[in-house]
Antibody, heavy 115, light 112 residues
Framework: EVQLVESGGGSVQPGGSLRLSCAGSGFTVSTDYMSWVRQAPGKGLEWVSLGHTNGNTYYADSVKGRFTSSRDSAKNMLFLHVNSLRVEDTAVYFC?????????WGQGTLVTVSS | DIVMTQTPLSSPVTLGQPASITCKSS???????????LSWLQQRPGQPPRLLIYKVSNRFSGVPDRFSGSGSGTDFTLKISRVEAEDVGLYYCMQVTQFPFTFGQGTKLEIK
């Protein structure tokens, strides 16, 4: 059974940093499409990053240069390093596996950016 | 970026009656491999999104057959043949043809 469990969210001041984690089970994180998607409170979904099966990672313009996604194949985990946080980055961050008929979502982790 | 536009944004429906949501993309979602990567997601209150339909009309594992998807090119529709109480929530179309992947604004399905 495919499962994804996020952790690492919390409250941080503007300009701060966090590392979000996503533990995968029932599949291999290092070889699948792996994404981060966020949802601001009461708002819709926004794709943040995609770890492609070709090894490349793509980022939304809104986070490019500030967020970095990485994978740890030994731990079967996905990470999102979020730096230079802004108030508008406040959201629940979901990790997702797959792209089309294999798309699964974690429960999400809340990041709150506030002074 | 491909813009996804859903209508309606809110849909009050009577239990047992059908519901329909449309999604239009700002450009064709036909990929160079010939597939059309349009999916529908459901998000129940307080829950993460879950996949309902992928590649326009394919139901994901465990999705009831009252949900169906159709369309082509830039125009797509999600239909629920008979709405049940558990269908309340937000519905999103999303395209994964081209990065950045994009979502519609969401349609809120509620019971009258």
């Amino acid at each position: 059974e495919v499962q994804l469990v996020e952790s690492g969210g919390g409250s941080v001041q503007p300009g701060g940093s966090l590392r979000l984690s996503c533990a995968g089970s029932g599949f291999t994180v290092s070889t699948d499409y792996m994404s981060w998607v966020r949802q601001a409170p009461g708002k819709g979904l926004e794709w943040v990053s995609l770890g492609h099966t070709n090894g490349n990672t793509y980022y939304a313009d809104s986070v490019k240069g500030r967020f970095t996604s990485s994978r740890d194949s030994a731990k079967n985990m996905l990470f999102l390093h979020v730096n230079s946080l802004r108030v508008e980055d406040t959201a629940v961050y979901f990790c997702a596996r797959g792209r089309t008929g294999d798309l699964y979502w974690g429960q999400g982790t809340l990041v709150t950016v506030s002074s | 970026d491909i813009v996804m536009t859903q209508t309606p944004l809110s849909s009050p429906v009577t239990l047992g009656q059908p519901a329909s949501i449309t999604c239009k993309s700002s450009q064709s979602l036909v990929h160079s491999d010939g597939n059309t990567y349009l999916s529908w997601l459901q998000q129940r209150p307080g829950q993460p999104p879950r996949l309902l339909i992928y590649k326009v009309s394919n139901r994901f594992s465990g999705v009831p057959d009252r949900f169906s998807g159709s369309g082509s090119g830039t125009d797509f529709t999600l239909k629920i043949s008979r709405v049940e109480a558990e269908d309340v929530g937000l519905y999103y179309c999303m395209q994964v043809t081209q990065f950045p992947f994009t979502f519609g604004q969401g349609t809120k399905l509620e019971i009258k």
